[in-house]
């Protein structure tokens, strides 16, 4: 019964935006509110899961019944999830988790004398490509952000990582996406599709709960 499929799993989930320490004071990020994480860990435990909300700095309360535990960088939202990983059920990553960090954050604050600044950046460890990477991994959802050719680029980060389900997202566009209060998702498993149309986050959290325990339920029953 998918209705009854996420009582009492355990989710890990993963949320918001992260911060690559430049310097003491400064960071490099991006316009990840949190919102669509958020709720889909309320409309999560809704639905009786046992949520672990990992989460980069956001300004929203923790929901109901959620287990929250706040990291900034990549790599602490890395640690974090690596350490809870071998008890989940089911992983979500909703986390806009910057692609790449400073190569060597200063411990000093950097000083305006040059003209020109250039920033190396490295590559910081795809959380999600290692969860679903994993032999004991558990149903493992992702998501896509996406400028263009949504489907096609979903589709592709679905079969490459090896993902059980995607939710693509149009973003940088005049509705929907990051910080707004609306959004509209693109849900992709292989052999199946679902369009989520747009509607407000929490709204939208529920309707994709409903499609992720429809196909939790269906892995595991074979
Ligand atoms: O927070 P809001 O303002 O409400 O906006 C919601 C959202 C647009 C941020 C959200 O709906 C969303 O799309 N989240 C994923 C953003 C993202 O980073 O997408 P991506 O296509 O770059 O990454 C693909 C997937 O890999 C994502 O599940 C991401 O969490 C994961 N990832 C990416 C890089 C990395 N180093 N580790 C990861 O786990």
Known sequence: ?????????????????????????????NRSSGKMGYALAAALARAGARVT???????LPCPAGVDRVPVASAAEMHAA??????????????????????????SAKLKKHAESLTLELVRNPDILAEVAARPDKPFTVGFAAETEAVEAQAREKLERKGLDMIAANHVGGAVGGLEADDNALLVLWPGGRRALVLMPKPALATALVEVIAERYAASTSD
């Open 1 to 29: 019964d998918p209705a009854q499929a996420l009582a009492g799993a355990s989710v890990l989930l993963t949320a918001g935006p992260t911060r690559e320490a430049i310097d003491p004071v400064r960071y490099v990020g």
């Open 81 to 106: 999830v690596m350490a809870r990983v071998a008890e989940c059920d089911l992983f979500i990553a909703a986390a806009a988790v910057a692609d790449y960090r400073p190569a060597a954050a200063r």
């Open 53 to 59: 909300l990992i989460s980069g700095p956001v300004g």
